[in-house]
């Protein structure tokens, strides 16, 4: 069965630091990856999405970036964190009938 | 691009209450899902549904594709049904790419 993972789960960083967010898809062949993030009040916000490594679409943009260095394997990055940066950022990966399937999140907290 | 309005934005329920949750949306979709967001943030996949009738144990939904609406019905409630329920769609050619509501947020009291 197929299995998402997120890490950290929780990351309190200081204003102008940098982000790496790590997510990786275990029992699954070239899924869709994507990363959202909800911010305080419940909506979930897509922020990237691939649909093969190396391929990245922004749909917002911002103080962050995506890659994908590896088939299952999805990252998002910041060089210097704003306030406006804290939230909960969920990864998600989808099937061949685009249904996606989100992992655990990581909660950020920039200070 | 597409909307999603969910209703009502919060519903309280006594244990063993039935309830209706409504998703609308503005545009033809070729995609739709049910999520449940737990206390602790986890999104559980509910129903991928984008026609048609499901059910799972005490939940069940349908999507009316030509109206442009789902409704998430939940049956014998109980405390652990608590938390917010989001509808997410995807329309035209970008079927990858959910446009989520703002969510129905549930509690449930013993």
Do not use: M
């Not at chain 1, 909800?38 to 917002?60: D, K, N, P, T, W």
């Not at chain 2, 998430?72 to 989520?100: E, H, M, P, R, W």
Request: glycine share 10%.
């Amino acid at each position: 069965s197929q299995t998402i993972h997120q890490w950290p789960a929780t990351l309190v960083q200081p204003v102008g630091s940098p982000l790496s967010l790590e997510c990786t898809v275990e029992g699954t062949s070239n899924p869709n990856l994507y990363w959202y993030r909800q911010a305080a009040g419940r909506g979930l916000q897509l922020l990237f999405y691939s649909v093969g490594i190396g391929q990245i679409s922004s749909e917002v943009p911002q103080n962050l970036s995506a890659s994908r260095p590896q088939d299952r394997q999805f990252i998002l990055s910041s060089k210097k964190l704003l306030l406006s940066d804290s939230g909960f950022y969920l990864c998600a990966w989808g099937d061949l009938s685009y249904e996606q399937y989100f992992g655990p999140g990581t909660r950020l907290t920039v200070t | 691009g597409i909307q999603v309005e969910q209703s009502p934005p919060d519903l309280i329920l006594q244990e063993g209450a039935n309830s209706t949750l409504r998703c609308n949306f503005s545009d033809s979709v070729n995609n739709l899902q049910w999520f449940h967001q737990n206390p602790w943030g986890q999104l559980i996949n509910l129903f991928y549904i984008p026609s048609g009738t499901k059910q799972n144990g005490r939940l069940s939904a349908t999507t009316v594709a030509t109206e442009r609406y789902s409704l998430l019905y939940i049956s014998s409630s109980q405390t652990t049904d608590s938390g917010v329920y989001f509808c997410a769609v995807a329309s035209g050619g970008s079927n990858y790419k959910l446009t989520f509501g703002k969510g129905t947020l549930l509690t449930v009291n013993p």
